[in-house]
């Protein structure tokens, strides 16, 4: 499971968002308690404008103990270099990142 969290990360960075989502899928099947993935899926589905999903997976990886953040941003998304790519009307201060 954590190297599909690698791979995940690392397809990121290549903005291969879909190859990201597919590898933190696998790490949530191999761990349906693993944070950090539906953590960074989160960060995956906002880079691709699917909000809905993201908060669910946010909101999931928080009541796991992802560790609340001190920014505006998802961690993923600053990571990822993509801090100002949500699509337009897409909160980055949405309550469960608080």
């Given at each position: ?25 696998e ?58 790519s ?6 980055l ?6």
């Amino acid at each position: 499971m954590v190297l599909e969290l690698q791979r995940g990360v690392a397809h990121g960075k290549l903005r291969q968002y879909d190859r990201a989502i597919a590898d933190y899928d696998e790490a949530i099947c191999l761990n349906p308690q693993y944070a950090e993935a539906y953590y960074n899926r989160g960060a995956g589905y906002g880079a691709i404008g699917r909000s809905i999903q993201a908060e669910r997976d946010f909101a999931k990886a928080k009541d796991l103990g992802h560790p609340p953040l001190g920014y505006t941003a998802p961690r993923g998304m600053l990571i990822w270099g993509i801090g100002d790519s949500w699509p337009p009307g897409t909160s980055l201060q949405h309550p469960i990142l608080q």
